[in-house]
T-cell receptor, first 114, second 115 residues
Framework: AQSVAQPEDQVNVAEGNPLTVKCTYSVSGNPYLFWYVQYPNRGLQFLLKYITGDNLVKGSYGFEAEFNKSQTSFHLKKPSALVSDSALYFCAVRDGDSWGKLQFGAGTQVVVTP | KAGVTQTPRYLIKTRGQQVTLSCSPISGHRSVSWYQQTPGQGLQFLFEYFSETQRNKGNFPGRFSGRQFSNSRSEMNVSTLELGDSALYLC??????????????FGEGSRLTVL
């Protein structure tokens, strides 16, 4: 079965500093990996994905992620965090033969302080 | 373009009752997936529908069911509600298989409280 792990429940960072949210994966076959963000009382919003190609993936709102096959990781990064980036971040992997079935990590709460 | 619309946004039920949640996908999207989000279990896949057929099903008891209509709108039903069914139920839509780039578009969810 496909799975992802987010080792940190919460990440605290000061505004303007680099932000990293960690994700490791375990898959059989090719990994199709995603990052989503959730603001309070809202649904999930897509940030970026890795399907194939370049290991550095650029996404929405200045976020990027680095796919590392040897370390089975897909960490989310942002060079300079904003207070408005404070939210719950989920890593996910496609589980099966359709795009609609994702296996999500437990989520990482990001807190950006002014 | 309108996003994914879920109704109702909030509802309160008592144990033993049943509930039906509705999801209208983005126009043109033929795939609809449902997820349950709870503080303890996180985000868990319930089922996926495509062209009125259930394509995938998660590990939930038979009390959880769903369907999709010819206009791609979907409903999910939970019968004989239990306290543990209290959750945020999220619906997501995506394009059909051949054109899909993998992105799911989520609604804002239906928050169910079971008393």
């Amino acid at each position: 079965a496909q799975s992802v792990a987010q080792p940190e429940d919460q990440v605290n960072v000061a505004e303007g500093n680099p932000l990293t949210v960690k994700c490791t994966y375990s898959v059989s076959g090719n990994p199709y990996l995603f990052w989503y963000v959730q603001y309070p009382n809202r649904g999930l919003q897509f940030l970026l994905k890795y399907i194939t190609g370049d290991n550095l993936v650029k996404g929405s709102y200045g976020f990027e992620a680095e796919f590392n096959k040897s370390q089975t990781s897909f960490h989310l990064k942002k060079p300079s965090a904003l207070v408005s980036d404070s939210a719950l971040y989920f890593c996910a992997v496609r589980d099966g033969d359709s795009w609609g079935k994702l296996q999500f990590g437990a989520g990482t709460q990001v807190v950006v302080t002014p | 373009k309108a996003g994914v619309t879920q109704t109702p946004r909030y509802l309160i039920k008592t144990r033993g009752q049943q509930v039906t949640l509705s999801c209208s996908p983005i126009s043109g999207h033929r795939s609809v997936s449902w997820y349950q989000q709870t503080p303890g279990q996180g985000l868990q896949f319930l089922f996926e529908y495509f062209s009125e057929t259930q394509r995938n099903k998660g590990n939930f008891p038979g009390r959880f069911s769903g369907r999709q209509f010819s206009n791609s709108r979907s409903e999910m039903n939970v019968s004989t509600l239990e306290l543990g069914d209290s959750a945020l139920y999220l619906c997501a839509s995506s394009l059909d298989q051949e054109q899909n780039t993998g992105e799911l578009f989520f609604g804002e969810g239906s928050r169910l409280t079971v008393l």
